[in-house]
C-alpha cells in the first residue's frame, strides 16, 4: 500500500475552533487544525458496522473511503463483509445501477475477487442504462460504473488508488471500456444546466442545485474520460463557464471560509452545505483530471473551501464525516506531482499552533505546525514571526522579526526563547510562512500573514494587602490589618457609618511592571444574602477602593449586621487568580427612614420549598366526665328509700281495702281499671326500654280510652257508694 | 338536515383543540419537535445531541428560523409537541411565528429548548424575560471565570467554563452522578426572584463574572459569582417545561467530544459532562422522566370496599391512590415517602403521609373528624422536578342520627331510679286511695 499520507501523531490538538464565527468570539485571525486522530477515532465510532457488515454498498463505500484515506487499518471481518455485500450486489441481476456503482467504488479499494463474467453482464447493463438513461443520476451511476470498469481512467483517481486499479486490470480481460456516442451523452447530459450554473436532476424537474452541478460536473468527467475519439473542446469550455457561474453563487463566512448551499425551501432532497459543497468539490476534481486544466481556480477559493470542511470539526454524522473527509482529500490529491497533477488550483497548507497559552512559569516554547488538510508533512519552509502587537492596540511591533526553528523530529516550527519584551498579556503574533522552493509557491497555497492571538501568562505576584477603617472626618486610622491574600486571613472589624474602609493591594509581573488585572471585585454580604459589589480601581501602581459607608447607607438599605467581605482578583493571563473570603465586618447603620428603599427580593431556596408538610391530626372532642357506675347505681338504691318508706307507713296506717266493690260488675271495672293504669306504667317501662315516642303514644292513646271508659264506671260506682252512705 | 351539518362540523372545531394536546398520559409516546436553526451547518455541528434525541423516538424537523413557511399550528391544531430555537441569532421568525405564538406554545403545555449565545437578539432576550430569566443585558458580555475555567492550550481567554455547580435532583439529571464538568461559553442569566417556577440548574462558580471579556471593567458586572445561572429549567403550571441555556455551542459535538481538565485540578476527564448533562435534562424537559399521573382514587370505610356517598362522624376510612411516572417507554410506579393527602374542609383538618407498596399504590386510614359538612380528600404533590399532582373529591360527613347516640347512661339511673319509683309509689297510692276504710 503506498500510502503518500504520512500521518503524524498530532499530539494536544485540543479544541477545534468551532465551526461559525457566530458562535465564536475571536474576530481576530481563526485558524484551524488539520485532520488529527480525534477525526480517526470519530470514523470508528460513527462507521461501526452491524453485526460485521454495513447497511448498504453506500455506506460501505464511504466507510472503506473514509478508512482508507485516514490510513485507518481496515479489520479483516469488514473486508469480507464487504466482500459479501459486493459480489452480492454484481453477482444479482436484480441491482440497480445505483448498488452496481458503490459496488465497483467499494471494491476499487477493498479489492474482492469477481469473475469476468460478472464483469461482462455488469457491462452490457451499464451500457444499455447510459443509453436509456433520462435523469442526472441514471447518468451519473451508469457512467460511474462504466469508468470504474474503464482500467485505463485510472488516473482518474488519486494516486493511492491507482493500485487498486491496476490489480483490476488483472482481474477483467475486457480493458477497453468506451463510449462511441459520447458527444452525444454529454450533450444529453450538458440539458440539464441551467444559466445559473447550477443544474437539474431531470428535465421534468424544475428545481436546480449546486449538488447537482457537483453531480453533473463528476459524470461529465467520466463522459470525457470514456469518449472513444476526442471530444470537442468547445464543449468542455462551454463547462468551464458554468464552473466560474456556480463559483458567483459560492457563499462566504466572515473568517473566510467557502462553501456553497442550496436555498432550497421544502425541497425533500435537500442537502446541507457540507453536502453540496462536498459534491461540487468532488466534481471539479474529477472534471479537472480530464480537463486541461485551463479553469484553475485562485488559491484563495482552495483555501477558503479547505477552511470550510475545517471548520466543521469532527462532524457526529458518518456521511458528513465522509464528505469532508473525502472532499480534503480531492483537495489535497495532486501531492507528489501526479502525472496529471494541476487539479484545483493549488493545495492549501494549514497553519496551526498546538499551544497558544504560553505560561512564563512553564517556559514553554512557542510552536507552529504548518501541514496540509490531511495532517500530513508540508514541503520545506521556513516560518517567520513577523510581529507580536498587543491586542487592541496599534503600537508598533514589540519584537524583531525572526525564523522559527525547525525541529524535523517533531514537524514543528519552535521560537525557543521568548523575546524578553514580552511580558504577561494577550498579544497578536503575526507569522509568515516562505516556502523554499520556488517552484512550490505554485502549486500551494499558504494564503498570506497569519495573525494568532498569544496569551502569555504568569504568575502576578500580590504585595503590600491591607485592610484599614478610617475615620470620616479626620481620616485617622482607627484599625488596620494586614492581610495575606495568597494564604487564609479572617479578619473582623467594625465600623459605623461615619468610617470608611479601605482595602488596598500590589499587583506586579513577573517583569516587574504593574499588572492590572481584567477582575478586580470587592463583594460585601450581608446575612441577608443582599450583595454589593465594587470594582477595585488602581491608583498608579496601588490598587485602593475607599467605602465611604455614609454614601453607601441608602445603597446598603439601612442594614447593620454582618458583612463578609470577599475580593476577586483574576486575569486572562494571571496564573494565580484568587477568590478571598477576607473576613467580615460588623456595621452599625442607622435606623431607616420611613420612605427607605427596601432590599431586593432574594431567590428562595428551591430544596426547602418542596419539602412535605407537617402531618395534622384532628383533636376530637373530649367525652363527658360521667360518674362511675357503683356510685350511679348507689344513688338509684336511694330514690327507691322513699317508696319503701311510704309502703312502710302505709303498713303503720293500717290501710285496707274495704272499700273494694264486692258486687260483680264493679269489681271487674276495678280490677281492669288497675290493669290499665298497671299498663301504662309498664309502657313507660317499655319506652325507656326499647319503645319510641310514635309507638308509645299509639299505645297510650289505646290505653287512655280504655282507662276513661273502665275509670269512669269505677270511679262513678265509688262516687255513688259514698253519697249513698252520706245520705244514709 | 343541512342545520344538522352545521353543528357537527362545529362541534368538530369546538373539540379540536382537546385533540391536540401537548404531553398527554394516552399517548406519550408521539412526540415531534420543530428545530430552528440560524444556519443548518448546526444541524451537523450538534448532530449528536440531535441523534440522541432521534434515537429516543423524536421526530425531528429542521428549519431555518427566517423560513417564510414555518408555521406552529394549522387550522388550531398544534403541529408539533416540542420546540426546540437553536437560533440565537434571529431577530424576526419567519412565518407565523412570533413571540405570542411561542408563549401560546407553552401556553398549552408543550415544551420548550432555547439556546442563546453571545449573539442573542432581542426576540430570544425576550422570550428569555417571558420564561422567567434575564440575559446579561450588555450585548457583549460573557460569562468569564479565572479560577474555574477549563484548561485549554489553544482558548485562553477563559471564557471557555468547566463548571459542576449542578442542582441535586435525580429527577432532573438522573440518578447517575455526572462526574466530568460541564463546558460551557455563553452569556449568563440570572433568574427572576418572582417567579417560583423557574430553577437554577447548572450555576457558575463564586469566582464568576459577567462582562465584555474584551474592554476594562468600571462599573461592577450586573452579574457575579453563583447568582450568574448556566442553564435553568422552568415547570409552568400547565407541566410544560422549558429549557434555557446562554450557551449555544454547550450542545456541539465539540464539546459533546472534548476533554476538560478544570483550572487547578489534577484530573483530566477524558469526555466532557455536556452530553450525559444535556441528554439526561432533555429527558426531563421531555417529559420522559418526572411526569406523574394518577389512577384508580379510592376511599371507603375500614372493612368495607364501596365507596359511599357520605361519612358520619368519627367514621374509619381507607384512602388509596396510585401513582406511575413515566419513564419514557412505559409508566413504571412510583415510589417516594411524602405524598401527603389531606382532608379539607377551609383548611385541612386531618393531613397525613401516605404509605405504599412499592408498586404506586400510596394508602392510608384514619378516622373522619368530629365536625360535620362538606369536605374534600385533597391531594396537592409538589416535588422538585417531579410535575404536580392535584387532586380533590368532594364528600360530605353528617352528624349522628337521633337513634345512634348511647341508650342506657348509668350515670342517669337515678332519675331513671326516681321516675319509677314515683310510678310504683303511684300505683299503690291509687289502690290506697280508692279502696281503703
Redesign the interface.
Known sequence: MTTNLHFEMVRGLVGFMVLLLLLSICEAASFYQPISDSHRSAALELFSPDHGSFNSLEETYEALRTFDILGIEKKPNVITAACHLISNAVGSSSSTTKDLFYALKANSIVKCKINDKAFQDILTRLNTAVNDASSLLDFYYSIGGLVLIKLSSCFYFPPYVLIHCLAMLNQSSNADVHLTNADEIFHSVKAFSQSDGRWRYSSKNPESSAFAAGIAFETLAGVVSLASSELDQSLVSTLNNDISKLFDSIEKYDDGALYFDDKLVDGHDHQGPLATTSSVVRGLNAFAAVSDGSHNLPGNKTLGLANFFLGIGVPGDAKDLFNQIDSLACLESNRQGFPLAFLMGSIPLIFSLPFTVISLTKKNSLQVKVNTVLGSNAPPLTVKLVGAFTSGSKDASLVESQELVFDAGTGLHNLNNLPKSIDVGSYTFVFEILLHEPEHEKVYVTGGQKKVPIFVSGLIKIENAEIVILDSDLGSIETQKKLDLAGQSDVSLSANHLQKLRVSFKLTTPCGLAFMPHQALLKLRHESKVEHIFVVGNSGEQFEIVLNFLGLVEKFFYLSGRYDIELTVGDVVMENSLLRAIGHIELDLPEPPEKAPRPPPQPADPYSRYVPKAEITHIFRAPEKRPQKELSLAFMGLTFLPLLGFLFGLLRLGVNLKNFPTNAMPATFAILFHVGIGAVLLLYVFFWLKLDLFQTLKLVGLLGVFLVFVGHRILSYLAATSAKLKSA | MGKLWVISIASIFMLLPFLGNAFSPESPTDRRVLVLL???????????YF?SLKSRGFDLEFKLAD???IALQRYGQYLYDALILFC??VERFGGSIDLAAILDFVDSGRDLIIAA???ASDLIREVGIECGVDFDEDPSA?V????GYAV?????????IASDDL??SDVILGSKRIEAPILF?GIGHS?N??N?LV??VLSAS??A?S?N??S??????SL??S?ISLVSIVQARNNARILITGS??MF???F????VQKAGEKTKHEKSGNEQFLTEISKWVFHERGHLKTVNVKHHKVGETDEPALYRI?DELEYSVEIYEWSGKSWDPYVAN?V?V??YMMS??????MSHNKKGLYSTS??V???YGVFQFKVEY???GYTSLSLSKQIPVRPYRH?EYERF??????Y?????????????????H????
Open positions: 440560524d444556519d443548518s451547518a448546526i444541524k451537523s455541528s450538534h448532530s449528536i441523534n423560513d417564510p413557511k440565537p441569532s449565545d453571545s449573539s460573557m468569564i471565570d479565572h479560577i485549554s492550550e489553544t482558548e485562553g481567554d477563559h471564557t471557555l442542582i441535586k461559553r433568574l426572584p418572582a417560583n430553577l437554577k463564586p469566582s463574572y462582562a471579556p474584551k476594562k471593567l468600571s462599573t461592577p458586572p457575579t459569582g447568582a449555544l455551542s456541539s459535538n465539540k459533546f467530544r472534548s476533554g368519627n411524602d401527603q389531606q382532608f385541612p383538618y386531618v393531613l397525613k403521609t384514619f378516622k373528624p368530629d365536625v409538589q416535588k422538585l337513634n347512661i348509668p350515670a342517669a339511673y337515678p331513671y331510679g326516681a321516675a319509677f319509683s314515683m310510678m310504683a309509689g303511684f300505683f299503690v297510692f291509687s289502690f290506697v280508692l279502696y281503703s276504710k
